[in-house]
T-cell receptor, first 116, second 114 residues
Framework: AQTVTQSQPEMSVQEAETVTLSCTYD???????LFWYKQPPSRQMILVIR??????QNATENRFSVNFQKAAKSFSLKISDSQLGDAAMYFC?????????????FGTGTRLQVTL | ETGVTQTPRHLVMGMTNKKSLKCEQH?????MYWYKQSAKKPLELMFV???????ENNSVPSRFSPECPNSSHLFLHLHTLQPEDSALYLC?????????????FGPGTRLTVL
């Protein structure tokens, strides 16, 4: 079974600074997807960024980028120029690419605080 | 907000009550999911429906009964729940068979079992 580990329960970053959230995973599969989801307080979970395991290039979405290290099974999220609106719970998630409509396996989340 | 809606947003029920959670997606997706989010625990998959057929049941107790009458609607029928079932219940949908099969989430139903 796949597992996802987020070792940082809480992180804090000053506005306009950069922060990196860590995620490691364990799987025996070679084809899969990795995701970072954001869940603001009392708001819906939304997708921040995704990475296909077969792609060597790290995904980027505006201020969000990932460092995907397949051999190390590491998938960290970097948030640049942090904004107050980035404050939320961030979840790392794994999904198999070999099964249609397969489940997401989530980590326990990292709560990000953004300070002035 | 995404095109996945859930009602009610909050629900308080006694252990002997029967209630239902409703999820509706307006995205033209064909797969729907129920997840449970408890405090201090990872989100946990409960059920998956693909083209209205249940494809995964993650060993969920029978006091939770899902129903998927069509690809746009998903229900979770609740009866004789326990206090430890109190949690945020999230519905999600996706386009099964798509390139990435990204899941879109609803706002959740906050359930409290007294």
């Amino acid at each position: 079974a796949q597992t996802v580990t987020q070792s940082q329960p809480e992180m804090s970053v000053q506005e306009a600074e950069t922060v990196t959230l860590s995620c490691t995973y364990d799987t025996s599969e070679s084809d899969y997807y990795l995701f970072w989801y954001k869940q603001p307080p009392s708001r819906q979970m939304i997708l921040v960024i995704r990475q296909e395991a077969y792609k060597q290039q790290n995904a980027t979405e505006n201020r969000f980028s990932v460092n995907f290290q397949k051999a190390a099974k590491s998938f960290s999220l970097k948030i640049s120029d942090s904004q107050l609106g980035d404050a939320a719970m961030y979840f790392c998630a794994y999904r198999s690419a070999t099964v249609a409509a397969s489940k997401l396996t989530f980590g326990t989340g990292t709560r990000l605080q953004v300070t002035l | 907000e995404t095109g996945v809606t859930q009602t009610p947003r909050h629900l308080v029920m006694g252990m002997t009550n029967k209630k239902s959670l409703k999820c509706e997606q307006h995205l033209g997706h064909n797969a729907m999911y129920w997840y449970k989010q408890s405090a201090k625990k990872p989100l946990e998959l409960m059920f998956v429906y693909n083209f209205k057929e249940q494809t995964e049941n993650n060993s969920v107790p029978s006091r939770f009964s899902p129903e998927c009458p069509n690809s746009s609607h998903l229900f979770l029928h609740l009866h004789t729940l326990q206090p430890e079932d109190s949690a945020l219940y999230l519905c999600a949908s996706s386009h099964s068979g798509g390139a990435v099969d990204e899941q879109f989430f609803g706002p959740g139903t906050r359930l409290t079992v007294l």
